[in-house]
């Protein structure tokens, strides 16, 4: 008879290699979010047109839909764990520059949007690196316990202890949040430089093999997953949603709750706190719902709270919603990455996180415009109703994804 036993997640252990890799992540994440909290207030000094502020946030995500694909086919033709030493020391160097630029007085929006673009086409091959890094570096039963840690960690550094610092450091000086990021970039390179991990073991290559059939592989094995095919849908229609929401939140507090700074910092701190008690909590409902189940449900949560967002104008409100949205926001993240990880082939891995990410994250720069378009024409909160439309056409996408042994559920066979 057939019986269907419940896989239960394990601890990643952190000697071996992934405390290193978890310590590198939380530090970059913490310089990336002090960064990221000041860009907006930056770009909203230099320029009070919705359009211009969207449109440093779009850029910051149009190198995925040029450069996704090919970072992903490097990743997996090369050292991972040198890819991303190498990619954080230039990004320390770039980030440098452009504090001493801000510090100087030089800053203007086109820098802001040759920054955004320029990392982002960098991060196209550390993130498909790092992913397809750390299977090599915990169990696969810990998949999701690994993933679900480094998410926590990332929001605990990110919005619990950067964001609150901005208007602190901001105070001492406007450069002050992006030489701290890139000294963040500079540690992280170092620690992970320190790993003695062997590169992962892969099949030769075919003779004639090249990128470009090897990135077609890669959107073929995904696109033939029925599950990762809904879920990568589902994703990127909660991306354009999620850009119109990014592009326009610091208009959405400072202009149209008139909550000013501190608002925002208290808004944004709100997201990362819950966003760090839905990574620790995000495998707990997985034995009974499955993978894509929770993603389901996080989804029909997060629209609720789009909803109220764009409809209450009350900070209290925005922040409560916030707080709902970004616990589920990380239950979604934890499961989409641990499924990818576990339905992919190990020697594609990169190659189907770079046309996953390609694709959904495509989404994000368009619903960036879209964001400061309607903020324009229609006022300042219609961003977040626009972004629940999308939340709702997501959810309808994963339902063709929805199975029994969804990667919550194995099943065996036995007599």
Known sequence: MTTVEVVKPRAPAWRG?????????????????????ALPLLAVSLTDRPMLVAL????????????????????????????????????????????????????????LIVLAFTLTTLQTLFDNAATALLPSLVDKEALGSANARLLTGQRLAGGMIAAPLVPLLLIVGDAVPYALDAATYLVAALLIASLRTKAPERPPRPAGSTLRGEIADGLRTLWRDG??????VGTTLCNIGMGALIATIVLHTTGWLDAGTNGHAAAITAY????????????????????????LVAGVAQTGCLVAIGSVRSLGVLI????????????????????????????????????????????????????????????????????????????????????????????????
């Open 17 to 37: 290699g992934f405390g290193r890799l978890w310590t590198a992540a939380v530090v970059s994440q913490f310089g990336d979010a002090l960064r990221m909290a």
């Open 56 to 111: 440093v946030t779009a850029c910051g995500f149009l190198p995925w839909i040029l450069f996704g694909l090919l970072g992903g086919a490097v990743a997996d033709r090369v050292d991972q764990r040198r890819a991303m030493w190498a990619v954080d020391g230039v990004r320390a160097a770039l980030v440098a520059a452009f504090a001493f630029a801000v510090a100087l007085g030089h800053a203007s929006i086109a820098l």
């Open 227 to 232: 599950v990762l095919r809904a879920l990568c």
């Open 272 to 295: 990362a706190a819950a966003g760090v008690a839905g990574g620790l909590l995000a495998g707990r409902a997985v034995p009974r719902l499955g993978r894509m189940r929770s993603v």
């Open 320 to 415: 409560g919603c916030l707080m709902v949205f970004g616990f589920m926001g990380s239950v979604w993240s934890v499961n989409q990455v641990t499924l990818m990880q576990e339905r992919s082939p190990a020697e594609m891995l990169g190659r189907v996180s770079s046309a996953f990410r390609t694709l959904s994250i495509a989404g994000t720069p368009l619903g960036a415009l879209l964001g400061g378009a309607v903020a324009t024409a229609w006022g300042l909160n219609t961003p977040a109703l626009l972004a629940a439309g999308f939340f709702v056409l997501a959810v309808t996408a994963l339902l063709p994804g929805l199975k029994p042994h969804d990667g919550g559920w194995t099943p065996r066979t036995g007599s």
